[in-house]
């Protein structure tokens, strides 16, 4: 397993976990903010929510941790959750946009 393998199925898994209330993967919403891959294929994941109070956020880093865990190679995952920069809707990609109407 290389870096980039284990990266681009990291990615492939995230792209599977959705904000609850907004019908579009947390990549596209650009909640994701790094993935570093550290020694012996540690991850570490900073990411943000789309508001701080949300109620569902337990369940959206539980989720993530699971899935980036379930991936061959990786041995351990950190998800550090920041505020900083605050999410805003320009972070989302063009594609997530234009589902959901902003373009």
């Known amino acids: 397993m290389t870096e980039e393998t284990i990266r681009e199925q990291i990615e492939t898994q995230l792209r599977t976990v959705f904000d609850p209330e907004i019908p579009v993967n947390i990549m596209e919403l650009g909640l994701v903010y790094a993935v570093k891959i550290k020694e012996n294929f540690n991850v570490n994941i900073d990411m943000t929510l789309t508001a701080p109070g949300c109620p569902v956020a337990g369940d959206i880093i539980r989720e993530v941790e699971e899935k980036v865990r379930n991936v061959e190679g990786v041995t351990d995952v950190h998800v550090h959750l ?22």
């Open 82 to 103: 920041t505020f900083d920069p605050p999410w805003t809707k320009e972070m989302m990609s063009e594609e997530a946009k234009l589902e959901l109407g902003f373009l």
